[in-house]
Nanobody, 126 residues
Framework: QVQLVESGGGSVQAGGSLRLSCAASGYTYSDYSSYCMGWFRQAPGKEREAVATIASTGSTSYADSVKGRFTISKDNAKNTLYLQMNSLKPEDTAMYFC?????????????????WGQGTQVTVSS
């Protein structure tokens, strides 16, 4: 079955950087490369929100709160999705999840039609 596994979370001081990875398994190359993929996060007591999405064309979309600081990328040959997070702030503290088959492929108003990963914790201290 298809599966997504996140890694790369951890604790960092404000202003620092982290790179999250999301390894996919169970997908064919053609399926994985055709999907819109995305990163989401959920802080304690808050709703899960979309952070960034990437289309099969490579087109990207970001939540306003992370624009200019986060970069989403995808390596179809490795079936891996990435999220480079720079200039981290304490408000970025959350559990981060990757997901597959988003529609529409944009950070605002997207719905996940595929699977979710189990999440990786990011904690940013001031």
């Amino acid at each position: 079955q298809v599966q997504l596994v996140e890694s790369g979370g951890g604790s960092v001081q404000a202003g620092g950087s982290l790179r999250l990875s999301c390894a996919a398994s169970g997908y064919t190359y053609s399926d994985y490369s055709s999907y819109c993929m995305g990163w989401f996060r959920q802080a304690p007591g808050k709703e899960r929100e979309a952070v960034a999405t990437i289309a099969s064309t490579g087109s990207t979309s970001y939540a306003d709160s992370v624009k200019g600081r986060f970069t989403i990328s995808k390596d179809n040959a490795k079936n891996t999705l990435y999220l480079q997070m720079n200039s981290l702030k304490p408000e970025d503290t959350a559990m981060y999840f990757c997901a597959a088959e988003l529609y529409p492929c944009r950070a605002r108003g997207t719905v996940v039609r595929g699977v979710w990963g189990q999440g990786t914790q990011v904690t940013v201290s001031s």
